[in-house]
């Protein structure tokens, strides 16, 4: 795409600003205001320029959409400017403050509700699962959510199975609400239809459709609004999103007229993010001084080093993503001593709080630059942000430290594996680790990208899934399959190198081994 012509002017006025006094061949070393003033002007230009090219791309969609399009063109115009206009870390790290004592909050401290509430708190309460997401990591086509992860039941199986007992154990009506992306939308319609007979109520909305930008003209790569013919121009932008989006659809006003209080967020992959009646309990029981932001976190791993922190900010608590720590604080941002725990993204936020936030426009979420490489070698920038960033806006700020089980994503086949095993017990689409397990950490398991990364790779690789019980660490790369029982136990590895292949015998035990080479067994 060319740069516009105006553009080319803009640069070109402030590139003659010579002084005549100077030697030919030599220009003027710019001053800093020359550069604020350059700065400025071409930010300027840069956003008349996309503001124009949206407004084109306005004039390609139906009458019907109209109306919504126009008002998610004008919430990217907004993010871009400010894209455009903020420069350095958006966190002064020498302003970081400790946490104060009673900024995280140990669940084990949490009061259990009488019998004789639960009905009514659970009456307080809908749930929202983020299902925007693909499963194109894992090899899927479609939502993540309908990818099978435990006796052929997918995620989304698994929530609606969970959401329906709460609400025939307690005789209430707790609604699930999903929000979907333009990606995830129309599968997800079909699907839920097979859930009409069950005792749970359904409700959808899509977040923002937000046009991809070119990395070298900062302006949309789309020449009209058919997404679906075009979908590489076009992304859903975060999780961040979720706020102005649920508003927006009019769900938001819904339950707080209905007399809902507090909505519980969690990813769709998080098969430990259930309803936490201990939490709710805690909530619903402030009084005259409700907690408006609630995020659980847990203690950080050496396998969670990435994962957001919170912190203390300016007198608030907020939440730190490893893309906002400068590059000289990466190391101590990772540190597990420093910084003990990492956000779930399991959020519990008071729905007239969500209003009133909005009303006031004062939510500022810290814009996420994720520059991506199209397979026609186009470099482009989507912006998205965070739903947990919002935490700064609210008052009466919370986090918990939840136990690790409720922090169970499969974002890989590494993780499918576990949750697949005999690891865990599921019952009513929960699932909670087996007592026969002696410690309650999770083994740490490496599985090959080139052999074991797509579902349908790794599910040709298992006879059935191995006994882990017992299992601290497992890495295999390479050609290596799996037979019937087999028992893996403490630190195996195994791994084939390039050209050999390694079948694991149905009934094997393998204990704390080191397998490489060549091993086939064969039929006689």
Same mark, same amino acid.
């Given at each position: 795409m060319s740069i516009p012509q105006s553009s080319i002017m803009s640069t070109n006025l402030?590139?003659?600003?010579?002084?005549?006094?100077?030697?030919?061949?030599?220009?003027?070393?710019?001053?800093?205001?020359?550069?604020?003033?350059? &700065?400025?002007?071409t930010q300027r230009d840069s956003l008349v320029q996309l503001e124009k090219e949206?407004?084109?791309? /306005?004039?390609?969609?139906?009458?019907?959409?109209?109306?919504?399009?126009?008002?998610?063109?004008?919430?990217?115009s907004r993010l871009f400017q400010r894209f455009l206009e903020e420069s350095g870390p958006s966190v002064d790290w020498d302003k970081i403050e400790k946490l104060p004592t009673d900024a995280i909050r140990d669940y084990d401290t949490l009061l259990k509700p009488s019998p004789d509430d639960i009905h009514s708190k659970l009456e307080k309460l809908v749930v929202v699962k983020l299902n925007g997401g693909l499963g194109t990591s894992m090899g899927c086509r479609g939502p993540k959510s309908v990818i099978q992860v435990r006796n052929d039941l997918t995620f989304l199986d698994l929530t609606v199975q969970q959401i329906e007992h709460l609400n025939k154990k307690y005789n209430v009506n707790v609604p699930l609400v999903l929000m979907n992306s333009f990606n995830t939308d129309k599968?997800? %319609?079909?699907?839920?239809?097979?859930?009409?007979?069950?005792?749970? %109520? +359904?409700?959808?909305?899509?977040?923002?459709?937000?046009?991809?930008? !070119? &990395? %070298? !003209?900062? @302006?949309?790569?789309?020449?009209?609004?058919d997404i679906?013919?075009?979908?590489?121009?076009?992304?859903?932008?975060?999780?961040?999103?979720?706020?102005?989006?649920?508003?927006?659809?009019?769900?938001?006003?819904?339950?707080? =007229?209905?007399g809902r209080d507090y909505?519980?967020?969690?990813?769709?992959?998080? /098969?430990?993010?259930?309803?936490? /009646?201990?939490? @709710?309990? $805690?909530? /619903? =029981?402030?009084?005259?001084?409700?907690?408006?932001?609630? $995020?659980?976190?847990?203690?950080?791993?050496?396998?969670?080093?990435?994962?957001?922190?919170?912190?203390q900010y300016e007198n608030k608590l907020r939440l730190l993503e490893i893309a906002q720590v400068p590059k000289e604080h990466l190391e101590e941002f990772k540190s597990v001593k420093k910084f003990k725990f990492f956000n779930t993204n399991?959020?519990? +936020?008071?729905?007239?709080?969500?209003?009133?936030? @909005?009303? %006031?426009? !004062?939510?500022?979420?810290e814009i996420i630059v994720n520059n991506k490489t199209l397979d026609n070698n186009l470099n482009i920038i989507q912006l998205e942000t965070a739903v947990g960033a919002a935490m700064k806006s609210f008052n009466g700020g919370?986090?918990?430290?939840?136990?690790? !089980?409720?922090f169970l994503p499969v974002k890989k086949t590494s993780d499918l594996l576990l949750v697949m095993s005999n690891l865990y017990h599921m019952r009513n689409g929960s699932l909670?680790?087996?007592p026969l397990r002696m410690f309650p950490t999770t083994p740490l398991v490496k599985l090959g990208d080139k052999d074991f990364a797509k579902v349908k790779d790794f599910l040709s690789r298992f006879a059935t899934i191995p006994d882990i019980l017992e299992l601290d660490h497992l890495t295999v790369s390479g050609d290596v399959t799996f037979g019937r029982n087999v028992s893996l136990k403490g630190t195996v590895i195994i791994i084939a190198n390039h050209g050999d292949r390694i079948d694991i015998p149905s009934n094997a035990t393998l204990e704390n081994k080191i397998v490489s080479g060549n091993l086939r067994i064969l039929d006689h």
């Open positions: 402030l590139s003659v600003n010579t002084d005549e006094h100077q030697p030919k061949g030599h220009s003027r070393v710019p001053s800093s205001t020359d550069l604020k003033e350059f &700065k400025e002007v949206m407004a084109a791309l /306005l004039t390609t969609t139906s009458n019907d959409k109209k109306d919504l399009a126009k008002s998610q063109f004008t919430a990217f599968d997800t %319609e079909q699907i839920i239809r097979k859930y009409k007979g069950l005792q749970v %109520e +359904i409700y959808t909305f899509n977040q923002s459709c937000f046009p991809r930008v !070119s &990395k %070298e !003209s900062l @302006l949309p790569i789309a020449h009209d609004c679906e013919g075009n979908i590489e121009a076009w992304y859903p932008p975060g999780h961040g999103d979720f706020y102005d989006s649920f508003k927006n659809s009019g769900l938001l006003q819904k339950f707080i =007229d209905s909505c519980f967020i969690s990813n769709i992959d998080n /098969l430990g993010a259930t309803v936490d /009646l201990n939490i @709710l309990n $805690m909530l /619903l =029981d402030r009084g005259t001084n409700p907690l408006e932001f609630v $995020m659980e976190v847990t203690n950080k791993t050496k396998a969670d080093v990435k994962g957001g922190t919170l912190i399991n959020l519990w +936020i008071k729905l007239n709080a969500i209003e009133k936030v @909005l009303n %006031e426009g !004062s939510m500022n979420l919370l986090g918990i430290n939840v136990p690790r !089980s409720r909670s680790m087996s």
